[in-house]
């Protein structure tokens, strides 16, 4: 078994009174001002999103545009997501819309989904590894 070490961050509201001295307190540094990302992974900020509240759908675009904004969403607050996706969903338009974002993003992210018993990690290439570079 793998021991994986994460902290949980708590969620300081931006619009507190003394929410700047709780941030440099209880965040970690390097947390965007403002932002709340939900943990801290391999020295990596994460964010948690949840697709388990979403009705099944037949419309394969609709389903990606959902995935990519939830996605996107996460990386205003975070290096990387950890998205629960419930297996209703078709793993291959769950890959599909995580590899579409990951290739249009500027920034090097990853990507943990919780897909039933399953966990899938999806890291977007450095520039070096694709030209061959290092």
């Given at each position: 078994?793998?021991?994986?070490?994460?902290?949980?961050?708590?969620?300081?509201?931006?619009?507190?009174?003394?929410?700047?001295?709780?941030?440099?307190?209880?965040?970690?540094?390097?947390?965007?001002?403002?932002?709340?990302?939900?943990?801290?992974?391999?020295?990596?900020?994460?964010?948690?999103?949840?697709?388990?509240?979403?009705?099944?759908?037949?419309?394969?675009?609709?389903?990606?545009r959902k995935i990519q904004s939830r996605i996107k969403e996460?990386?205003?607050?975070?290096?990387?997501?950890?998205?629960?996706?419930?297996?209703?969903?078709?793993?291959?338009?769950?890959?599909?819309?995580?590899?579409?974002?990951?290739?249009?993003?500027k920034h090097s992210h990853i990507v943990y989904i919780k897909?039933?018993?399953?966990?899938?990690?999806?890291?977007?290439?450095?520039?070096?590894?694709?030209?061959?570079?290092?």
């Amino acid at each position: 078994m793998i021991k994986i070490s994460y902290f949980v961050l708590p969620h300081i509201q931006p619009s507190l009174r003394n929410s700047n001295a709780l941030r440099a307190e209880f965040l970690p540094k390097g947390v965007k001002e403002n932002k709340n990302p939900d943990f801290y992974f391999c020295g990596r900020f994460v964010d948690g999103k949840s697709m388990t509240n979403i009705t099944f759908t037949d419309d394969e675009e609709l389903f990606k545009r959902k995935i990519q904004s939830r996605i996107k969403e996460a990386f205003t607050q975070a290096d990387d997501v950890f998205i629960e996706i419930p297996t209703t969903f078709y793993k291959s338009w769950i890959l599909s819309s995580v590899y579409g974002k990951l290739n249009s993003s500027k920034h090097s992210h990853i990507v943990y989904i919780k897909y039933g018993n399953e966990l899938i990690k999806i890291k977007k290439p450095d520039k070096e590894s694709l030209s061959g570079g290092g």
